[in-house]
Structure formats: structure tokens, C-alpha cells
């Protein structure tokens, strides 16, 4: 259900919508943007680490590798939301 509506390029409350409902929405999509860059940020220390210890070709880096493009992908998509 959407909380907002867009009027000439300017967002407001639908009809028979809370504020405070819709900032708490707000607040959990922030909230999983932060744990989103946690999670990317997390996920380069742990290639780095396993880059040091010579397992750059190992299962574990290239499913760490995956995940850390998965992550930029979703964090991208926030990013062109946010602006």
C-alpha cells in the first residue's frame, strides 16, 4: 500500500494516511539502506581477507564476490531513489 502520492513533482500523504505512519515506514527503509552499506562494507573485509590469505579463487571469495555485487546493485537502486 502506498503511503504517498506524487503532485507536480512533489510527494504527499494519500487520503486517510497517518504521518506517523508513513515516517515510521520511511525510518525502516532507511534503517535497510544502513544495514545494506554494513553489509557491502562487511563483505569487501572479508574478500580482502581472503584475498590476503590466498583464496582468491576459492568458492567462499567467489560467493563473497557474488554477494558484494548483489549488495551494490540493491544499494545502487536506493541511491537513484534518494536523490
Known amino acids: 500500500m502506498r503511503l504517498t502520492r ?3 513533482k512533489v ?3 494519500t487520503e486517510n494516511v497517518d504521518a506517523e505512519l508513513a ?3 520511511l ?3 532507511e ?3 544502513d544495514r545494506l552499506l554494513a553489509e557491502y562494507e ?6 580482502q581477507t581472503l584475498k590476503e590469505q ?3 579463487k576459492s568458492v567462499t571469495y567467489r560467493q563473497q564476490f557474488a554477494n558484494k555485487l548483489k549488495l551494490k546493485e540493491l544499494i545502487g537502486r536506493f541511491e537513484i531513489a534518494l536523490k
Open 27 to 29: 525510518g525502516k527503509l
Open 42 to 47: 562487511n563483505t569487501e573485509t572479508q574478500l
Open 6 to 8: 506524487k503532485e507536480n
Open 54 to 56: 590466498g583464496k582468491a
Open 31 to 33: 534503517d535497510m539502506y
Open 11 to 13: 510527494y504527499v500523504l
Open 23 to 25: 515516517i515510521e515506514k
